[in-house]
């Protein structure tokens, strides 16, 4: 490879025909859906050679602290940028690119989705020299799947003149997502290739082609790439983008532009779109089951059984289902029928919304927190303090709090009391008593958190001198 290339990952999905293990708040490429890894640490190993500069990430600020507590158990070399509210590809790119060329990053950029699933990776490394030589002509490269089957829910690119570089061929058109019929035209014709979302060019040629063709996402996005650092992160001008369209990079530029190459790349890859495709590629035993760690089943065949934590499913007699637990929803569908869950979630954001966005586990600043259980008068959360961190001096006017360390060692503050707390020791702290919690040891807190009192969400918080920002 003649020069280095800066990965810049789109973070910044929603997955929602994975509910209701995808959420708002919990997005795809933040689970550990194939591997120990999560989809976003998979694209993270995927480019953490020398081959490439350290990474720039894209993200919704609601996923800032899972993202980056994710992105360090990878590499500590990165930039996170986060985006005020999601704008779609051509902005999140531009914002990247502005960013690479304030910092003297001119080197291609590699775009790549999160939340995407590829196991042999090192074919589209051997296309970049050539992928490269394009950019240096001014090209926009795509990279398309070389298809397998006449897939319905991917949009298509056809080939167009081959170009001097091996294995490269303009763009002679996208395509949407087709009717089956015409897929099969499609794959027979050996012309069509699945649009991947993965792209390679110059930041300034980018830049350059988006304020042709899209020129107000171009001036919003220069408006908006002022950055400022804040707790590791990279904030734009927030206020900038509020007026800025939300529009992909295929409609903004890739369908108008001329400059636009495509290499065919025969890669093992996924877009984890939905529990088909998740089951397709899932390792499966003799009778086509994917079991995930806590399932068991007996006389069934081709069924998809996924859990969280330590609840179990036992399939007996069932085929071609698809059983979905989390700890406050269970999907349970024929898997014939999975296209329609957007249908379903329809009914559900009606009956009960809060399933479609709230997630067990809460990230913050300092670590995260799960909710355990929860009723009337009492709640109970599993608090994970991260080594140096510190929770915000507070009080709460309706609900008391029993702290339980269950191990490392909690510094803790209550009323004018300082003291610390080890394993199976545990502190009260009445309403409206002052109170903070600190992990000044090298390894994670683990506290249980019980609640109780009249008012238990987090509008009932009062703080004070909080190292976070925060009121």
């Not at 590699?110 to 950019?135: E, T």
């Not at 996924?306 to 349970?332: C, F, K, M, P, Y």
Request: with cysteine; net charge negative; aromatic share 8%.
């Amino acid at each position: 490879m003649s020069r280095k290339i800066t990965p810049v990952i789109l973070a910044g999905g929603i997955g929602s025909r994975l509910w209701p293990l995808s959420r708002k708040a919990m997005p795809k490429q933040f689970l550990s859906l194939l591997s120990e890894k999560s989809l976003l640490q998979s694209a993270l190993l995927r480019v953490a050679d020398s081959r490439f500069n350290a990474p720039i990430l894209v993200c919704n600020e609601e996923h800032r602290f899972i993202a980056k507590a994710q992105i360090a158990e990878i590499t500590d070399s990165y930039t996170l940028l986060l985006e005020p509210e999601g704008k779609n590809t051509a902005p999140a790119i531009a914002l990247a690119a502005e960013f690479a060329l304030q910092n003297g990053l001119t080197d291609p950029l590699l775009v790549m989705p999160a939340d995407h699933h590829i196991s042999d990776f090192d074919k589209l490394i051997a296309c970049l020299d050539n992928a490269i030589a394009l950019c240096q002509q001014q090209q926009l490269v795509t990279f398309a799947i070389t298809p397998t089957e006449p897939h319905t829910g991917y949009g298509y690119i056809r080939q167009g003149e081959p170009l001097a570089h091996k294995g490269c061929f303009k763009v002679a058109e996208f395509k949407e997502k087709p009717a089956l019929q015409l897929a099969e035209k499609y794959l027979t014709s050996g012309e069509y290739g699945w649009n991947s979302g993965m792209f390679l060019f110059l930041p300034d040629v980018y830049l350059s082609e988006l304020n042709r063709f899209a020129p107000k996402i171009a001036d919003s996005v220069a408006k908006a790439a002022s950055f400022t650092a804040d707790l590791g992160f990279q904030r734009p001008v927030a206020g900038a983008l509020t007026a800025c369209p939300s529009d992909s990079i295929d409609y903004a530029i890739l369908e108008r532009s001329a400059n636009v190459a495509v290499i065919p790349v025969d890669l093992n890859w996924s877009d984890v779109g939905s529990f088909s495709a998740l089951s397709k590629i899932a390792e499966k035993d003799h009778h086509g089951n994917y079991l995930a760690s806590q399932g068991v089943s007996l006389d069934s065949e081709n069924n998809l059984l996924i859990s969280e934590a330590d609840h179990t499913i036992a399939a007996l007699g069932v085929s071609n289902q698809a059983i979905i637990h989390t700890h406050d929803a269970t999907l349970v569908a024929d898997k014939s029928a999975l296209d329609k869950l957007p249908d379903l979630l329809k009914q559900l954001a009606v009956v009960d919304s809060d399933k479609l966005t709230h997630h067990q586990a809460v990230f913050r600043p300092w670590g995260n927190y799960r909710t355990l259980i929860e009723s009337t008068g009492f709640k109970v959360k599993k608090i994970i303090v991260n080594s140096g961190a510190k929770l915000s001096t507070q009080r709460h006017q309706h609900r008391a709090e029993h702290w339980v360390v269950v191990s490392g060692v909690a510094s803790v503050r209550v009323g004018d009391d300082e003291f610390e707390l080890s394993a199976d020791q545990s502190c009260y702290i009445a309403a409206k008593q002052l109170h903070s919690l600190a992990n000044q040891q090298y390894t994670p807190l683990i506290v249980i958190e019980v609640q109780t009192g009249a008012i238990l969400d987090e509008t009932d918080i009062e703080r004070f001198d909080d190292r976070y920002g925060r009121g």
